[in-house]
């Protein structure tokens, strides 16, 4: 399977906090190094959203309605990318996925659900 597999959502109370992880698929391994990461979340009703980013290189980017809550970092050895997400606000809850990029294409993980109570 080439597209990466999100884990880590789950249903949490305002204030909590949650950890989403993105394992890149056995056929990507050895790219790793060379792919762009990105962590996107759709909530019902809404258009599909850039959360964070993260290029090959290490360079990270946030929406402005995460700053400051959220995290995104890659672990090399693991092969994996996370998205720490603390504060979590009710307006939080989508589906959240995750996509590499590289070699010119882009994939997309099945998304895991966040919930986040008031």
């Known amino acids: 399977q080439v597209q990466p597999v999100e884990s880590g959502g789950g249903l949490v109370q305002a204030g909590g906090s949650l950890r989403l992880s993105c394992l890149a698929s056995r056929s990507i391994l050895s790219t790793f190094w060379s792919i762009d990461w990105g962590w996107y979340r759709q909530a019902p009703g809404k258009q599909r959203e850039l959360v964070a980013g993260?290029?090959?290189?290490?360079?990270?980017n946030y929406a402005d309605f995460v700053k400051g809550r959220f995290t995104i970092s890659r672990d090399n050895a693991k092969k994996t990318v996370y998205l720490q997400m603390n504060d979590l606000k009710p307006e939080d809850t989508a589906v959240y996925y995750c996509?590499?990029?590289?070699?010119?294409?882009?994939?997309w993980g099945q998304g895991t659900q966040v919930t986040v109570s008031s």
């Open positions: 993260m290029t090959a290189g290490g360079n990270t």
């Open positions: 996509n590499a990029a590289y070699s010119g294409s882009h994939y």
